[in-house]
């Protein structure tokens, strides 16, 4: 008897017709025999609704009784999954976030999982029940609500399954969602980008920063750190969808898994600043207090001056440049510049490391296009290039083909059977 977390997006439960599919998915897993968790977002646009909601009733709405409200979507949709497998003859109990043993730290709008505890879980599983646990919440030590921010109801699903040690039990953590699993590129902007059969935590934890909208980083980080499978599929269809993994030999076979795009950044630079220790960590330390994520950074030195630039997305800016003016005050010198309409494309695979001429193909292949290059970046197993946002969909093709990328999903589902 394997264990398996099968967790439900908000279209997914989006109205009656979907949640009975989605129950009828459940049931076919408990029909196997084996014991099942469920995990459940807000229905469909809930979440905006119940933030649109608050903007009515006040301006600046606590954090905490922000968490209060949002984690009001969730019961819904865990009491209504819950109803249809009744229906179904399934046995099951639907759970809040505290009540399935999720405990987080008490940051409310972004806590983070700190544990969880399985008695009820493994109570409700004993009895022959499905527990039906509320996604994108937890209580904090100090007894408060509190909701997971972005990426919340994966990462509730990964750290259930993690807990309950699905991987030794045989199952895997089921993602359920609107697409039928992790493709090469988005197949919106890329028709041909072939469907992935299996990808490494580490690639998709890549194209997960670098744009893809599949799955949370967070949730994939927790997978990685716990060896939880995760089975990324359709919850209308009943397709195989994409695995992610621990990485394997073969892996490292093909050059490139994905493409992807960031198609909305903007670049800030600090030019003529001081070249002294400690301006760098002024200027990120004001960032991070606005929240603001930093995407690559660049220095450049010039003696006693210096130059720093860094991208972020483009509704960021306004934020960022109040925070780098106000660090400008404080060193007393320099200029700041921004600039609009840039874009990023990558490419990502764990086959880089052993690979030569990844980066000379894709620099070839662009440049034959004549798409100019504004900046590039590298990791082990990532190349980026910032570039124009008009170039931006026109480069994501180039590069998707120039590795082959059409034909990437065949030859691993070739592989696989």
């Not at 330390?285 to 930093?294: F, P, R, S, W």
């Amino acid at each position: 008897m394997a264990v398996f977390v099968q967790k439900f997006g908000g279209t997914s439960v989006g109205d009656p017709q979907r949640i009975a599919r989605c129950a009828t998915r459940v049931k076919q897993r408990v029909d196997e025999g084996h014991k099942v968790v469920v995990v459940v977002s807000a229905m469909g646009h809930t979440t905006d609704e119940l933030i649109e909601l608050s903007a009515r009733v006040a301006d600046r709405p606590s954090r905490r009784e922000m968490d209060m409200l949002m984690a009001t979507g969730e019961q819904v949709s865990v009491a209504l999954v819950a109803m249809a497998l009744e229906k179904l003859g399934v046995p099951a109990t639907s759970l809040t976030g505290g009540q399935a043993g999720i405990e987080t730290d008490g940051a409310h709008g972004r806590a983070r999982v700190m544990r969880v505890r399985r008695d009820r879980l493994d109570r409700e599983l004993a009895l022959g029940r499905v527990p039906v646990v509320c996604g994108f919440q937890g209580v904090s030590t100090e007894g408060e609500i509190t909701t997971l921010g972005r990426g919340g109801s994966d990462t509730t699903a990964v750290a259930l399954a993690a807990a309950l040690q699905v991987a030794e039990h045989g199952g895997c953590c089921e993602i359920f969602t609107d697409v039928d699993g992790v493709y090469t590129a988005d197949p919106r902007l890329v028709p041909s980008a072939s469907k992935l059969a299996r990808i490494s935590y580490e690639e998709m934890l890549e194209l997960a920063l670098l744009g893809a909208q599949v799955m949370h980083p967070r949730a994939v980080l927790f997978g990685e750190r716990y060896g939880v499978p995760i089975h990324v599929r359709h919850s209308q269809r009943p397709d195989e969808g994409t695995m992610i993994c621990r990485e394997t030999p073969e892996m490292e076979e093909v050059m490139v898994v994905g493409a992807a795009l960031k198609p909305d950044l903007g670049r800030v630079s600090l030019r003529r600043i001081p070249n002294n220790p400690g301006v760098q960590g002024m200027l990120f330390e004001a960032v991070a207090k606005a929240g603001i994520l930093v995407d690559d950074i660049v220095q450049t030195e010039f003696g006693e001056i210096a130059s720093i630039s860094f991208t972020v997305d483009h509704g960021e800016l306004a934020d960022v440049k109040l925070a780098a003016s106000q660090v400008l005050d404080r060193v007393g010198t320099g200029e700041l510049a921004i600039e609009i309409g840039l874009a990023k494309i990558s490419v990502v695979g764990t086959g880089m490391k052993t690979h030569v001429g990844v980066a000379s193909r894709m620099f070839k292949a662009l440049g034959d296009a004549g798409i100019p290059i504004h900046n590039i970046t590298t990791s082990e197993i990532k190349i980026s290039c910032i570039l124009g946002k008009e170039h931006a969909k026109r480069a994501l093709e180039i590069t998707h083909e120039v590795f082959g990328l059409d034909r990437l999903g065949s030859r691993q589902a070739a592989t696989v059977s």
